[in-house]
């Protein structure tokens, strides 16, 4: 996942269709087998490096044909809120003009799209991390769940502050982009 998280290697000899592709591969493959949570969370570095190249009508469409539409909406609710809680006074220009770009585009496709969570509320809940089969675990992750996990009915220990790790972790705010 070289789109912003640093710890994997990008291979720069891609065409830039190719690169575009890769881009969306590696969004749709890490949210659809989401057995880690480091990389679900380093998808917010990826969305801000590369939100100008991301096509989000396209991966929207997919994850609803995969009945996923929940979890990908999930994953743009919690990077817009990480960004939100970011402190920007501290930040350089570049990175502060960085995360209001990706808010912006953000806000604006879920405008688009405008479901809201209480909407889609009906069906199962969508388990999304490793090891979350017996009704215990199930039960503790309810309560221990985000308020936007609860409100998208996505099962999962990960929550808004671990994206916020993510951008910190990352250095994308901190270096040139």
């Given at each position: 996942m070289p789109y912003g998280a640093d710890h994997l290697v990008e291979t720069r000899a891609l065409l830039p269709s190719e690169r575009l592709e890769q881009l969306e591969t590696v969004i749709r493959e890490v949210l659809l087998d989401a057995g880690s949570s480091r990389w679900v969370t380093a998808l917010a570095p990826v969305l801000v490096c590369n939100i100008d190249h991301v096509n989000l009508q396209k991966l929207h469409a997919q994850f609803r044909d995969y009945g996923l539409h929940n979890r990908f909406l999930w994953?743009?609710?919690?990077?817009?809120?990480?960004?939100?809680?970011?402190?920007?006074?501290?930040?350089?220009?570049?990175?502060?003009?960085?995360?209001?770009?990706?808010?912006?585009?953000?806000?604006?496709?879920?405008?688009?799209?405008?479901?809201?969570?209480?909407?889609?509320?009906?069906?199962?809940?969508?388990?999304l991390g490793p090891g979350i089969l017996s009704p215990e675990t199930r039960n503790e992750l309810r309560a221990e769940s985000s308020d936007l996990s609860k409100s998208w009915r996505i099962l999962t220990p990960i929550q808004?502050?671990?994206?916020?790790?993510?951008?910190?972790?990352?250095h994308v705010l901190s270096k040139p982009l």
């Open positions: 994953l743009l609710d919690n990077v817009s809120q990480a960004i939100r809680e970011t402190p920007e006074e501290t930040l350089p220009r570049k990175q502060r003009v960085a995360l209001q770009r990706t808010l912006s585009a953000l806000e604006t496709f879920r405008a688009w799209v405008n479901p809201r969570p209480w909407e889609t509320s009906e069906g199962p809940e969508d388990t808004v502050e671990d994206f916020k790790n993510a951008l910190r972790e990352s």
